[in-house]
């Protein structure tokens, strides 16, 4: 099986502006998380998608955004970027949702720079 | 906030077996131990969890205290390709991911 896809891998934008990441389950997953990771602050849970319904939501501003389409492939948004918006966002797929205590497998990642 | 506490960092020599300690004093019931690894600037890898037996996959072994505080991940003949962070995580009761700091483990020739 073809593991967890993300795209694009690196991205450069400028503050203010707006960004969309992309994100490929494993076939046959149905729940899509994502993370974002720092040097200061490591890994941290940013919400998860189930059936196209966000379950679960970390402690982001607004300004980070998600969805889940029918494929169970998902996206997310961030607006109006900040500095310390400069991170590696993961994406991560389950089998099912994340309460039933299923693994997660995570894609390579995108490396986002905001300048 | 993370469950655990980890070491910051260990070596092992190649070959030998890397033993991770991780406490989780404060872990419920019915709340699993998993291990994750990550290999500078991937994302993180799947290595194995457990709620309260012994567990053994190909990847490695996981050894869970009776009283549950505490366990270890037992990697049993390390190579340079095993130099990564580890991370010991409870999940929350939302089931997802809590991250600490992690074990940076260095598997020096």
């Known amino acids: 099986k073809a593991g967890v896809t993300q795209t694009p891998r690196y991205l450069i934008k400028t503050r203010g502006q707006q960004v969309t990441l992309s994100c490929s389950p494993i076939?046959?997953?149905?729940?899509v998380s994502w993370y974002q990771q720092t040097p200061g602050q490591g890994l941290q849970f940013l919400f998860e998608y189930f059936s196209e319904t966000q379950r679960n939501k970390g402690n982001f501003p607004g300004r980070f955004s998600g969805r889940q389409f029918s494929n169970s492939r998902s996206e997310m948004n961030v607006s109006t970027l900040e500095l310390g918006d400069s991170a590696l966002y993961l994406c991560?797929?389950?089998?099912?949702?994340?309460?039933?205590?299923?693994?997660?497998?995570f894609g390579p990642g995108t490396r986002l720079t905001v300048t | 906030d993370a469950k655990t506490t980890q070491p910051t960092s260990m070596d092992c020599a190649e070959g030998r077996a890397a033993n991770l300690p991780c406490n989780h004093s404060t872990i419920s019931g019915n709340e699993y131990v998993y291990w994750y690894r990550q290999i500078h600037s991937q994302g993180p890898q799947y290595i194995i969890h457990g709620l309260k037996n012994n567990e053994t996959n190909e990847m490695a072994s996981l050894i869970i205290t009776e009283d549950r505080k505490s366990s270890t991940l037992i990697l049993p003949h390390a190579t340079l390709r095993d130099t990564a962070v580890y991370y010991c995580?409870?999940?929350?009761?939302?089931?997802?991911?809590?991250f600490g700091q992690g074990t940076e483990l260095s598997v020096k020739p």
């Open positions: 991560a797929s389950s089998p099912g949702v994340l309460a039933g205590g299923y693994e997660q497998y």
């Open positions: 995580i409870v999940r929350d009761q939302g089931g997802k991911l809590i």
């Open positions: 076939s046959g997953h149905r729940s």
